[in-house]
């Protein structure tokens, strides 16, 4: 298996399904989305970019909260489906190897990157271009899966960053990245971002009336999701 995941829309093949699957699914509805909301915080008249926007889930609550989205996915259906359910957003087809051309700098308030990070190669590149075109005072807020959560379940060196390859629940074939956390911080450092917030995720407790088990069991294990809060380095031009 070759040191890269490509830029191949992988969640192309199942679009539709994931949509239904994320919607209201303990994973997203329950775990990550609130957890990301949570810390961009007030977005009434901000410009947000959901970058890797998937079928617009994020996109539909911010708009809702007053924000004015932009976003973008490898994805052309995922892109479709977004356009469907948030009019008012501005959606194109991107890829996170290329450079956000049509962005110009400082021109958004705040960058949510939600459990995308891990199907990226160049994540520098990647997010030098989120702090580039943030504008002064404004934040990036990413997720990815817990490291700790990846390597129970994946075994090895937990310090490896190496592709691997497996079959979610739905028979979802997908490739993405292993990395230990101290490789996102150090990404993040390079790419000129500070940490502002780090967050081993825990459930929201209304998710303990959609499954009581799984709830408890995330609750006190690190098997799910982080989410960062990270501001542009100021000493970094």
Not at 49 to 58: H, I, K, V
Not at 119 to 131: I, K, M
Not at 153 to 172: L, P, Q
Request: hydrophobic share 40%; with cysteine.
């Amino acid at each position: 298996m070759s040191d890269a995941v490509g830029s191949f829309p992988q969640y192309e093949v199942f679009a539709d399904e994931f949509l239904d699957h994320a919607q209201n699914g303990f994973y997203n509805a329950h775990y990550d989305r609130p957890a990301c909301l949570e810390l961009l915080g007030d977005v009434a008249g901000q410009h947000v970019l959901d970058a890797a926007c998937g079928p617009g889930l994020y996109a539909e609550e911010l708009t809702a909260r007053g924000a004015r989205v932009t976003g973008f996915d490898l994805s052309p259906r995922m892109v479709e489906l977004s356009r469907e359910r948030v009019p008012a957003g501005e959606f194109r087809v991107q890829d996170l190897a290329e450079p956000l051309a049509w962005l110009p700098d400082a021109s958004v308030d705040q960058v949510l990157f939600a459990l995308a990070l891990e199907y990226v190669d160049d994540r520098v590149g990647a997010l030098r271009e989120f702090r580039r075109v943030l504008r002064p005072g404004g934040a990036l807020v990413l997720s990815r899966q817990h490291p700790t959560g990846d390597w129970l379940r994946h075994g090895g060196n937990y310090f490896d960053v190496r592709v691997i390859e497996e079959v979610w629940s739905r028979g979802w074939k997908v490739r993405y990245w292993l990395a230990p956390l101290e490789r996102t911080c150090e990404e993040l450092r390079e790419a000129g971002f500070l940490i502002e917030q780090l967050r081993e995720g825990r459930p929201a407790a209304e998710a303990a009336l959609v499954d009581p088990e799984r709830h408890a069991r995330l609750a006190q294990e690190p098997l799910g999701f982080l989410t960062v809060r990270a501001i542009p380095d100021p000493r970094v031009s």
